[in-house]
């Protein structure tokens, strides 16, 4: 395990009172694990929307969209075009014209963002949203 340092946080009583719902609703042992969970995902989007990270990573892209007239078959010919990056998708009817799909994608994140972009851009796309993760080396860890 990596070292640790302890570092002192000083907050105001409804900000800690918030924190500590918070914490508890998700299931957080204590605050430590909460808030290093929420600086690695603060840090992490920060580094994807510089444009400064680098090597594989994963992501999901959540879009929901009308299944009218040809949008399926772009969609479908758009992942198609870029199955290296396209790992899995899964397609559910939300109703009789609205579909929601959870795409998982890797690559370099460039690669990632370009595959997302160009599936948000479809016309009949009303909702696209990318969560990416940058990918440790596996040398050293145990899953």
């Given at each position: 395990?990596?070292?640790?340092?302890?570092?002192?946080?000083s907050?105001?009583?409804?900000?800690?009172?918030?924190f500590?719902?918070?914490?508890?609703?998700?299931?957080?042992?204590?605050?430590?694990?909460?808030?290093?969970?929420?600086?690695?995902?603060?840090?992490?989007?920060?580094?994807?929307?510089?444009?400064?990270?680098?090597?594989?990573?994963?992501?999901?892209?959540?879009?929901?969209?009308?299944?009218?007239?040809?949008?399926?078959?772009?969609?479908?010919?758009?992942?198609?075009?870029?199955?290296?990056?396209i790992?899995?998708?899964?397609?559910?009817?939300?109703?009789?014209?609205?579909?929601?799909?959870?795409?998982?994608?890797?690559?370099?994140?460039?690669?990632?963002?370009?595959?997302?972009?160009?599936?948000?851009?479809?016309?009949?796309?009303?909702?696209?949203?990318?969560?990416?993760?940058?990918?440790?080396?596996?040398?050293?860890?145990?899953?």
């Amino acid at each position: 395990m990596d070292r640790i340092t302890r570092v002192g946080v000083s907050l105001e009583p409804g900000l800690l009172g918030r924190f500590d719902k918070y914490l508890h609703k998700k299931g957080y042992d204590n605050r430590s694990q909460a808030l290093r969970d929420l600086l690695r995902k603060t840090l992490m989007e920060a580094e994807l929307a510089d444009g400064r990270v680098r090597g594989e990573v994963v992501a999901t892209l959540t879009i929901v969209f009308s299944n009218y007239s040809g949008v399926t078959e772009r969609l479908l010919k758009l992942q198609h075009g870029h199955h290296h990056g396209i790992s899995s998708t899964t397609h559910i009817h939300v109703d009789g014209q609205t579909c929601l799909e959870v795409l998982a994608l890797k690559g370099s994140a460039e690669e990632v963002r370009h595959i997302a972009d160009g599936i948000r851009a479809v016309k009949g796309v009303q909702h696209g949203e990318l969560v990416t993760i940058k990918v440790k080396s596996a040398r050293g860890h145990r899953h």
